[in-house]
């Protein structure tokens, strides 16, 4: 059974809906991590990334003053102690 995926004018509003959600799930990743090569990876040991306060479409945040964090994938400022 074939279903009907273009209209005269291009792609049906729906399947366009349904592209443009799969996009967004691609390029959002949880706190720690972002998006490199069209993967979530965690940030380095230097690094944090917090969704709310850096946006959801951000890089990792070098922590300041040289400090590191403890772990990959550092969630907050916070996070980051004297290195």
């Not at 990876?41 to 990792?60: H, I, M, V």
Request: hydrophobic letters at 35%; charged letters at 15%; proline letters at 1%.
């Amino acid at each position: 059974m074939h279903c009907a995926v273009y209209t005269r004018s291009g792609i049906s509003g729906s399947l366009l809906r349904v592209l443009l959600m799969v996009m967004i799930l691609i390029a959002f990743c949880y706190d720690g991590y972002e998006l490199v090569d069209e993967q979530c990876t965690p940030c380095k040991e230097w690094q944090y990334r917090n969704n709310l306060a850096d946006g959801a479409f951000s890089t990792c945040q070098n922590c300041s003053g040289g400090n590191l964090t403890l772990m990959l994938g550092a969630s907050s400022s916070d996070l980051c102690i004297y290195g």
